[in-house]
């Protein structure tokens, strides 16, 4: 059978504070701030420049949820970015070329656990998109219970791997095709799109679309509709649609790092994703 979720987090937990001790970092890369509505809390993302998924930054972010979690005051996460660049540029490319296979495996098993965390979180989770959020980035909207855009062309948004020559893994695909449908995620993965706003509610992979200013507050307005049903029906009915794609990554979740690692530690790969660093250094504005 599958391993229990709470036996599973519960290890996984002390994993990530043993690893937080190794960082030791002064800096705060997640910043938890209650909002002006009861139970409701703000995780902003503070990874500057552009909130790209290091190992600490996950293994902090991943710390926050749990507490958060665990907190029986809060009922309900906003996530937004603090960083005027971006929501998210995903995966630090820098985790994952020109390290070894023992770095890559860790760093794929905790961005395993941060999709976990956040796909069967029992709290209502609305993503504040602020900024520009691409490939890995979407992992976190992907898993949340609601969608806000910023109507801003530099907001664009999807999944995105397809033009790194690299293949986003089953578990970024499956979120995406259940909000989306198949016929449109085929064609969005396939050519790596980034959907403008408008585009982006058009196709469906945000709920809304709205002023950059207004990003915060119409979460904020929009968590108070989901907060007015009662939480333990909405928490079973959450888990009853979610369990099915949950319980693949339980578990496949070895053979999967596998083939993370033997993909990733190929040559040809390590030279695209180093071409396309090299590409976003010279790109500058
Ligand atoms: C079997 C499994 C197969 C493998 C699956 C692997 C799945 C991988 C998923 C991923 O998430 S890969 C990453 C994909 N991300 C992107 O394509 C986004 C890249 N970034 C951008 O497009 C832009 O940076 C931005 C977010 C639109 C912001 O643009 P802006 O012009 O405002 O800033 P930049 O000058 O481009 O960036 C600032 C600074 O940050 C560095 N950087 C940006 N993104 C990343 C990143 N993902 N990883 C590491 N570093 C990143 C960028 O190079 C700049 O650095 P400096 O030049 O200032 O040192």
């Not at 599973?8 to 937990?13: G, H, L, N």
């Not at 503070?46 to 600490?56: A, D, G, I, W």
């Not at 958060?68 to 937004?80: A, H, M, Q, S, V």
Request: charged share 20%; net charge positive; glycine share 4%.
């Amino acid at each position: 059978g599958l391993p229990d979720a709470a036996f599973w987090w519960k290890e996984r937990a002390t994993c990530c504070k043993v690893r937080a001790r190794r960082f030791g970092s002064q800096r705060q890369l997640v910043v938890v701030e209650p909002s002006s509505t009861a139970g409701v809390a703000v995780l902003k993302l503070k990874n500057l420049p552009v909130n790209s998924f290091s190992l600490e930054f996950l293994t902090e972010l991943i710390i926050n949820l749990e507490k958060l979690e665990n907190d029986k005051t809060f009922r309900g996460i906003i996530i937004t970015s603090d960083c005027p660049k971006a929501f998210s540029a995903g995966v630090d490319l820098r985790e994952i070329c020109g390290k070894n296979p023992a770095h890559y495996t860790e760093y794929w098993k905790v961005l395993q656990d941060l999709w976990l965390r956040l796909y069967l979180s029992n709290l209502v989770l609305i993503s504040a998109i602020n900024g520009p959020c691409a490939a890995g980035g979407c992992l976190i909207p992907l898993t949340s219970d609601y969608r806000i855009l910023a109507d801003n062309p530099k907001c664009l948004i999807g999944l995105n791997e397809t033009r790194l020559g690299i293949s986003a893994p089953f578990w970024f695909k499956d979120p995406l095709v259940n909000i989306i449908g198949h016929r449109a995620s085929e064609h969005a993965l396939q050519l790596g799109l980034l959907f403008p706003p408008a585009e982006a509610l058009q196709v469906g992979i945000v709920d809304k679309v709205v002023p950059k200013d207004q990003v915060q507050s119409t979460a904020l307005s929009v968590m108070t509709q989901w907060l007015a049903i009662p939480d333990h029906a909405r928490q079973l009915t959450k888990n009853m649609i979610r369990k099915p794609t949950a319980d693949l990554l339980v578990k496949h979740r070895d053979t999967d790092i596998q083939n993370f690692v033997s993909f990733i530690s190929r040559d040809s790969i390590q030279k695209s994703l180093q071409m396309y660093l090299a590409k976003l250094k010279q790109n500058k504005d």
